[in-house]
């Protein structure tokens, strides 16, 4: 969902590792830091935050009450963004090429 990886680029978050599966973590204190700002800017302003697209302003608002309510609703203080689709995800995961995700937090992917 690239929504959310824009929204854990928004919160400064660095990679969790580097190299071609470079992946990031959103955390509900970043989202709670952020959904106020988000709420207060219109979309064109909203472009002018860092990691927000144009293309993705109108709904970053959303996309952050969305992330919020799902890790509200999972018990999960954080989620791991991976940079591919569900389907190459779990295609790579398969193959051993990455390890699957933690299974104590939301594995939200693409």
């Not at 830091?33 to 993705?56: E, F, K, M, Q, Y």
């Not at 190459?88 to 995961?93: N, R, W």
Request: aromatic share 4%; net charge positive; hydrophobic share 45%.
């Amino acid at each position: 969902m690239p929504w959310v990886r824009q929204l854990a680029r928004l919160a400064g978050t660095p990679p969790l590792h580097r190299g071609p599966h470079a992946g990031w973590r959103l955390t509900l204190p970043q989202l709670w830091r952020w959904i106020p700002v988000l709420a207060g800017a219109d979309p064109v302003r909203r472009t002018r935050l860092p990691g927000i697209s144009r293309h993705r302003a109108g709904q970053s608002l959303a996309g952050a009450l969305v992330a919020e309510a799902l890790l509200m609703a999972c018990e999960a203080e954080s989620v791991d963004i991976c940079p591919w689709s569900t389907r190459e995800g779990l295609l790579l995961e398969q193959l051993g090429v990455v390890s699957p995700a933690p299974r104590h937090d939301l594995p939200l992917v693409g």
